[in-house]
């Protein structure tokens, strides 16, 4: 099957709320990459020690720095359900939402269990498992991929620290704008400090390497507020809201109104389909959630 192929049937119409919900062996097929896709590290997300906190639902896991400084990853909140902070996030959406790095699926599964419409990407097959064990859609994928619905997306989320894949957050926040439709949403958690951080990690579970050697160092970043707004702007994404809920910081942007053009445009071929036909309609109109 072709990969247009099996993004419809992924986004297949269904009468239930697991109207998104893939079948099992898309989990292993990846797209051809976006022309923009730097070398990321996502083999590292779809191996040890990842996978094992994942299935576990807790850590210890962190990324590691090159100087061996270590960054902390809340692998049980992200493996519990949405709190407070999330729905501050999920609030704020509007149409239907691609969750970018959607870890362990908690928020697709809230926006599923509200019946909303939402798809979740992520390079790990225990993240995709997790996330459909718990009623949401996901596909194994990259953003930099070729993606469903381009262009046509109402939110995009970056939370968890996912405004950092790639390393390069001005490459990441380009291929977000190209995924939103004009006047979408993109909803940043941001790092609590001023920073604009580029540096090497690798996944590290606190104990002393007993396997395989571990994968090399992948490009991260973590961005604060306002070094997000600075990469932001030249994308025609422009701040609409700004908020702290449990000491997260989170940043609502829009994406100009304006067409913009590319010169990697977006696979069109099943975009009207995806984000139209293909969810059903969103019943709960009093929802900024509700479908359009």
Do not use: K
């Amino acid at each position: 099957m072709s990969p247009a192929g099996r993004d419809r049937d992924v986004l297949s119409s269904r009468p239930d709320h697991d109207v998104l919900s893939p079948p099992h062996h898309d989990r292993a097929t990846l797209s051809p990459p976006h022309p923009d896709a730097p070398p990321w590290g996502a083999d590292s997300w779809s191996a040890d020690p990842y996978a094992v906190a994942l299935r576990n639902g807790h850590g210890p896991l962190f990324l590691r720095r090159t100087d061996g400084w270590l960054l902390p990853l809340d692998v049980e909140r992200w493996c519990a359900g949405a709190d407070a902070a999330d729905l501050s996030a999920l609030h704020r959406c509007e149409g239907p939402v691609l969750d970018v790095g959607c870890g362990p699926g908690r928020l697709v599964a809230e926006l599923a269990a509200r019946g909303h419409r939402a798809l979740g990407i992520d390079v790990s097959d225990a993240a995709v498992d997790r996330t459909l064990r718990l009623g949401g859609s996901a596909l194994r994928r990259s953003v930099f991929e070729t993606l469903p619905g381009e262009g046509r997306w109402g939110t995009v989320l970056l939370v968890d620290g996912n405004i950092g894949i790639g390393g390069d957050p001005s490459r990441l926040l380009r291929r977000t704008a190209d995924l939103l439709a004009p006047g979408g949403l993109l909803v940043v958690e941001t790092a609590p400090q001023d920073i604009d951080e580029r540096v090497h990690v690798r996944l590290d579970d606190g104990h002393a390497p007993t396997g395989p050697a571990p994968a090399d160092p992948f490009p991260w970043a973590r961005l604060g507020t306002p070094a997000l707004l600075g990469h932001a702007r030249p994308h025609g994404l422009h701040p609409v809201d700004q908020w702290d809920a449990d000491g997260r910081p989170f940043v609502a942007l829009r994406r100009s109104r304006a067409v913009r053009t590319t010169s990697h445009p977006p696979d069109t071929r099943n975009s009207a389909a995806v984000i139209s036909s293909q969810f059903p309609r969103n019943t709960s109109g009093d929802s900024p959630l509700a479908g359009s």
